[in-house]
């Protein structure tokens, strides 16, 4: 009758063990899908962020070349 008593003890702990890990995987899973949703957020709005970057980038390079080319036609005024 002891084995059979320990053999329960052991299955019960086994059960436990193993719920316990589910649930623990359960639980990673949903992390690691929050996770991944968040990163598709944010890679977007690093995509968005580098085309806004590069219009600004453009428009300041566009403004030199126009200020520059202002710069030949038009002499300083005189207070200079």
Do not use: C, W
């Not at 995509?47 to 070349?65: F, H, P």
Request: without cysteine; negative net charge.
């Amino acid at each position: 009758m002891t084995s059979n008593k320990q053999d329960e003890t052991y299955i019960n702990l086994i059960e436990e063990r193993i719920n316990a890990l589910e649930s623990r995987n359960l639980f990673q899973d949903d992390v690691i899908e929050q996770l991944s949703e968040e990163l598709a957020v944010h890679q977007t709005l690093i995509s968005e962020l580098k085309e806004q970057i590069q219009l600004v980038a453009n428009r300041l390079k566009d403004a030199g070349s126009v200020s520059a080319s202002k710069d030949e036609v038009e002499p300083p005024p005189p207070h200079y």
